[in-house]
Protein backbone atom coordinates (compact mmCIF):
# COMPACT_ATOMS: atom_id res chain seq x y z
CA UNK A 1 0.00 0.00 0.00
CA UNK A 2 1.27 3.71 -0.96
CA UNK A 3 0.68 6.06 1.20
CA UNK A 4 2.12 9.50 1.16
CA UNK A 5 2.71 11.92 3.91
CA UNK A 6 3.02 16.15 3.61
CA UNK A 7 4.89 18.18 6.21
CA UNK A 8 5.99 21.68 6.19
CA UNK A 9 2.56 23.57 5.98
CA UNK A 10 2.21 26.63 8.53
CA UNK A 11 1.25 30.36 8.89
CA UNK A 12 3.73 32.77 6.84
CA UNK A 13 3.39 36.57 5.75
CA UNK A 14 3.43 37.14 2.12
CA UNK A 15 6.65 37.38 0.59
CA UNK A 16 8.14 34.84 2.96
CA UNK A 17 8.88 30.63 2.22
CA UNK A 18 7.84 27.93 2.94
CA UNK A 19 9.32 23.79 2.02
CA UNK A 20 7.02 21.54 1.64
CA UNK A 21 8.09 18.01 1.88
CA UNK A 22 6.60 14.60 0.72
CA UNK A 23 7.19 11.52 1.90
CA UNK A 24 6.34 8.03 0.18
CA UNK A 25 6.51 4.74 1.56
CA UNK A 26 5.14 1.19 0.38
CA UNK A 27 6.33 1.53 -3.04
CA UNK A 28 9.11 2.06 -6.06
CA UNK A 29 9.50 5.70 -5.24
CA UNK A 30 11.64 6.31 -8.64
CA UNK A 31 8.96 4.42 -10.38
CA UNK A 32 6.55 7.57 -10.01
CA UNK A 33 6.04 10.79 -11.81
CA UNK A 34 5.48 13.06 -8.67
CA UNK A 35 2.97 16.44 -8.38
CA UNK A 36 1.80 19.11 -5.66
CA UNK A 37 -1.93 19.89 -6.20
CA UNK A 38 -3.57 22.55 -3.92
CA UNK A 39 -7.34 23.62 -2.74
CA UNK A 40 -7.97 26.80 -1.68
CA UNK A 41 -11.88 26.74 0.11
CA UNK A 42 -14.54 26.80 -2.51
CA UNK A 43 -12.64 26.00 -5.07
CA UNK A 44 -11.47 22.82 -7.08
CA UNK A 45 -8.21 21.20 -6.97
CA UNK A 46 -5.69 22.72 -9.09
CA UNK A 47 -2.31 21.90 -10.33
CA UNK A 48 0.88 23.03 -8.91
CA UNK A 49 3.99 21.47 -9.88
CA UNK A 50 5.10 18.02 -11.17
CA UNK A 51 8.21 16.11 -11.39
CA UNK A 52 9.65 13.18 -13.64
CA UNK A 53 10.87 10.17 -12.20
CA UNK A 54 14.19 11.11 -12.37
CA UNK A 55 13.62 14.76 -11.75
CA UNK A 56 14.93 15.69 -15.68
CA UNK A 57 11.23 17.13 -16.58
CA UNK A 58 9.73 20.02 -14.08
CA UNK A 59 6.24 21.83 -14.88
CA UNK A 60 4.70 24.34 -13.22
CA UNK A 61 1.47 26.45 -13.39
CA UNK A 62 2.08 29.75 -14.78
CA UNK A 63 0.55 31.06 -11.01
CA UNK A 64 3.85 29.89 -9.79
CA UNK A 65 6.40 29.76 -12.45
CA UNK A 66 9.80 31.60 -11.25
CA UNK A 67 8.24 31.24 -7.14
CA UNK A 68 8.06 27.82 -6.49
CA UNK A 69 10.85 24.85 -7.13
CA UNK A 70 10.03 21.09 -7.39
CA UNK A 71 12.57 18.79 -6.54
CA UNK A 72 12.83 15.10 -5.43
CA UNK A 73 15.12 13.10 -3.84
CA UNK A 74 14.90 9.34 -4.86
CA UNK A 75 17.36 8.28 -1.98
CA UNK A 76 14.97 9.42 0.50
CA UNK A 77 11.56 8.58 -0.92
CA UNK A 78 11.00 12.22 -0.71
CA UNK A 79 9.51 15.67 -3.26
CA UNK A 80 9.80 18.93 -1.87
CA UNK A 81 8.08 22.12 -3.01
CA UNK A 82 10.22 24.88 -2.44
CA UNK A 83 7.41 27.67 -2.07
CA UNK A 84 8.64 31.76 -1.91
CA UNK A 85 7.64 34.84 -2.25
CA UNK A 86 4.46 33.63 -1.55
CA UNK A 87 1.16 35.59 -1.66
CA UNK A 88 -1.79 35.78 0.34
CA UNK A 89 -3.39 33.88 -2.96
CA UNK A 90 -1.32 30.89 -2.16
CA UNK A 91 -3.01 30.07 0.73
CA UNK A 92 -4.84 26.53 0.26
CA UNK A 93 -4.46 22.49 1.31
CA UNK A 94 -1.42 21.72 -0.22
CA UNK A 95 -1.53 17.69 -1.48
CA UNK A 96 1.35 16.00 -3.31
CA UNK A 97 0.71 12.91 -5.47
CA UNK A 98 2.15 9.78 -6.91
CA UNK A 99 1.75 8.89 -10.64
CA UNK A 100 2.31 5.39 -11.98
CA UNK A 101 3.74 6.60 -15.55
CA UNK A 102 5.44 8.90 -17.07
CA UNK A 103 4.93 12.98 -16.07
CA UNK A 104 1.95 15.00 -17.53
CA UNK A 105 3.64 18.76 -18.32
CA UNK A 106 -0.01 19.47 -20.61
CA UNK A 107 -2.96 20.26 -18.80
CA UNK A 108 -2.20 17.77 -15.91
CA UNK A 109 -5.07 17.33 -14.11
CA UNK A 110 -5.73 15.41 -10.34
CA UNK A 111 -7.59 12.21 -12.02
CA UNK A 112 -4.29 11.52 -13.83
CA UNK A 113 -2.65 10.69 -9.96
CA UNK A 114 -2.98 7.50 -8.32
CA UNK A 115 -2.64 7.83 -5.04
CA UNK A 116 -2.91 10.87 -2.51
CA UNK A 117 -1.22 12.57 0.63
CA UNK A 118 -3.54 13.72 3.09
CA UNK A 119 -2.89 17.66 2.69
CA UNK A 120 -1.08 20.44 4.85
CA UNK A 121 -2.40 23.69 5.33
CA UNK A 122 -0.14 26.74 3.71
CA UNK A 123 -1.35 29.78 4.98
CA UNK A 124 -0.14 33.26 3.85
CA UNK A 125 -1.07 36.17 5.83
CA UNK A 126 -1.25 39.93 4.31
Known amino acids: QVQLVESGGGLVQAGGSLRLSCAVS????????MGWFRQAPGKEREFVAA????????YYADSVKGRFTISRDNAKNTVYLQMNSLKPEDTAVYYC???????????????????WGQGTQVTVAS
Open 51 to 58: ISWGGGRK
Open 26 to 33: GGTFSSYA
Open 97 to 115: AARMGVVVGTTPKPEQYDY
